[in-house]
């Protein structure tokens, strides 16, 4: 069984910047081995892919969105991955989950392909 928990939301002004993490944990789970995401979800909103990085390498992928604002990174001798979430808008505001991903290297924007999830942490930015 795999656990995550994300941590590192709150409220923000317009323009502000706040990190996300997730720790992954697991008597199985080899965090070093697996592509993980970012996703969020506004009310009303289905959700929505944020960001992703393989575990093969230091590639990372965007929505068109967040690019230029938001930064994807992991740590994988603390089973940790972050998102640096910069120049933030109202628009951003949502709930923010990691999730990883079975099926491969690159990232799939779609939820449905990914397998655990954490508890979403709220990220509210202000105008």
């Known amino acids: 069984q795999v656990q995550l928990v994300e941590s590192g939301g709150g409220l923000v002004q317009a323009g502000g910047s706040l990190r996300l993490s997730c720790a992954g944990s697991?008597?199985?789970?080899?965090?070093?081995?697996?592509?993980m995401g970012w996703f969020r979800q506004a009310p009303g909103k289905e959700r929505e892919f944020v960001a992703g990085?393989?575990?093969?390498?230091?590639?990372?992928y965007y929505t068109d969105s967040v690019k230029g604002r938001f930064t994807i990174s992991r740590d994988n001798a603390k089973n940790t991955v972050y998102l640096q979430m910069n120049s933030l808008k109202p628009e951003d505001t949502a709930v923010y989950y990691c999730?990883?991903?079975?099926?491969?290297?690159?990232?799939?924007?779609?939820?449905?392909?990914?397998?655990?999830w954490g508890q979403g942490t709220q990220v509210t930015v202000s105008s």
């Open positions: 990085m393989p575990w093969i390498d230091d590639s990372t």
């Open positions: 697991g008597r199985t789970f080899s965090f070093s081995t697996y592509t």
């Open positions: 999730a990883v991903y079975w099926g491969g290297t690159r990232p799939s924007t779609s939820s449905s392909n990914y397998a655990y």
